[in-house]
């Protein structure tokens, strides 16, 4: 275990948010006519689950040789916490475990690091603008694994956790590799990784962070372009060749607050000016932008997704109302249940769409989006669940999961029965009307 350090607590600046909730829906990287590339995967980052909320996300660099650097960078914004006096100031303590098991089960590798965090003014500690964001990495042999990233609030054992598979790569096979495709913000007058989707809203841009690997001075062409989906036709688009010797560095700025709410698709290229058309490297990832303020665009007006919260008489006014009517419709729907009636924002209309946004991107299922599988619609109606049980090797049974809301007295059970991820929900008495 590494020896405990404080950590570094950051305010930023306030104001409304464009979230970019990053749904991997396809991502694919050929090399062509030089034979196939290493698998990669661009990950946007990954919500918790449990009573501590917390983001990550995990970019994967040259380690020693043979071996492959993982880092896994988090958010934590610091109301998850509980701080108890300390003297004239208010401190927190935490963990964060960072665990990998190879396909049968064993654990490969991992570690554990403890923080402190202080304050002098309580007050400050329920506000979501202030964060702990850090990097923590060990390094592992290519291969497949299960990573599963634990935090822990050391003074009230509450617990919050991601747990998802993830493939090494070996950055040493190719003349050519990428490494470390991951968000940024500028911070504190530098660079910290940014795993918590949450950008816009006078925050300043984001950075596409990378690094190119060569076997020795080479002149590499790399492409970005960011292409609105609905809209069709390329809203960003830049190409530079840079010269790489051994390891190379790229940032890249994407402003979210010039981008409308939306999908999008992010593409990066990667390849040697000598061999035009030959990509060593070509990911595709489909993301999305999302003001709450506007609701979540084409999903909004969507009559099927609201029938999770709408009553069937709001839904038959809804159905039945001319376009320019159904507009003053969903205004008043969400008008009635504002908790803060008199503000600008609308906690319950956000909420739910911002809901919608992270059950696409957790339980999409080929074209079909997340919110329509049964998980995605317990997700919008209840939220994260409080504890989730995950059953994915069972010998006599198909793969299930079991998911705790403490605070409705309700527990449900999802089960893979045909072995295609689509997880059926068993027990469908218990989710109310």
């Known amino acids: 275990m590494e020896g405990e350090r404080p950590g ?3 305010e930023l600046s306030k104001g409304g948010f464009v979230r970019l909730s990053a749904a991997l829906l396809a991502a694919s990287l050929t090399a062509a006519a030089i034979g196939r590339a290493p698998s990669y995967r661009f990950d946007p980052g990954e919500a918790s689950q449990g009573s501590i909320r917390f983001y990550a996300q995990a970019a994967q660099f040259r380690g020693e040789p043979g071996r492959t650097r993982v880092e896994i960078s988090y958010v934590l914004p610091l109301e998850n916490l ?28 991992g570690d554990s690091w403890e923080r402190r965090l202080t304050v002098g003014d309580y007050a400050s500690i329920g506000k979501e603008h202030l964060i702990n964001a850090d990097t ?70 984001v950075s596409l962070y990378l690094r190119l690997y060569s076997a020795g001075p080479d002149t590499v062409v790399l492409g970005f372009r960011l292409e ?25 700025a994407i402003d979210p607050d010039s981008l409308p709410a939306g999908g999008y698709r992010l593409a990066v290229t990667a390849g040697l000016l000598s061999r035009p058309g030959q990509p060593f490297y070509q990911g595709v990832e489909e993301v999305r ?65 911002l809901r ?47 998911w705790d809301y403490y605070a409705d007295g309700v527990r449900f059970m999802f089960m893979d029965t045909h072995g295609y991820g689509d997880y059926r929900l068993m027990n469908p008495k218990a989710e109310r009307k």
């Open 228 to 252: 609105g989906m609905e809209r069709g036709g390329g809203l960003l688009e830049a190409s530079d060749t840079v010269a790489v010797d051994g390891v190379r560095e790229i940032r890249r």
């Open 289 to 353: 932008v999302q003001n709450p303020g506007s609701g979540g665009g084409e999903i909004e007006s969507s009559l099927e997704v609201l029938r999770y919260v709408a009553g069937r008489k709001e839904i038959r006014q809804l159905e039945r109302a001319a376009p320019g009517e159904r507009d003053s419709l969903l205004e008043a729907f969400w008008r009635e249940r504002d908790p803060t009636p008199g503000t600008v924002r609308n906690e319950a209309r956000d909420d739910f769409y």
């Open 136 to 205: 923590l990495g060990l390094e592992m042999a290519p291969g497949r694994y299960r990573l599963k990233v634990v935090c822990t609030d050391n003074n009230s054992e509450r617990q919050g956790m991601i747990e998802r598979p993830l493939e090494v790569g070996d950055l040493f096979e190719r003349p050519l590799a990428l490494g470390g495709i991951r968000f940024e913000r500028s911070l504190d007058g530098g660079f910290s990784p940014w795993a918590q989707k949450t950008y816009g809203g006078g925050l300043g841009p």
């Open 8 to 10: 570094a607590i950051r």
């Open 82 to 109: 509980q701080f108890l006096i300390a003297d004239t100031a208010y401190q927190a303590r935490y963990t964060l475990s960072v665990l990998l098991f190879d396909r049968s089960g064993r654990q490969a590798g």
């Open 356 to 402: 919608v946004a992270e059950a696409n991107r957790k339980f999409s299922l080929g074209i079909r989006s997340g919110w329509r599988t049964d998980r995605g619609r317990i997700y919008i109606k209840y939220g994260p669940p409080d504890d989730i049980e995950r059953h994915p090797f069972e010998p006599e049974y198909p793969s299930y999961e079991i």
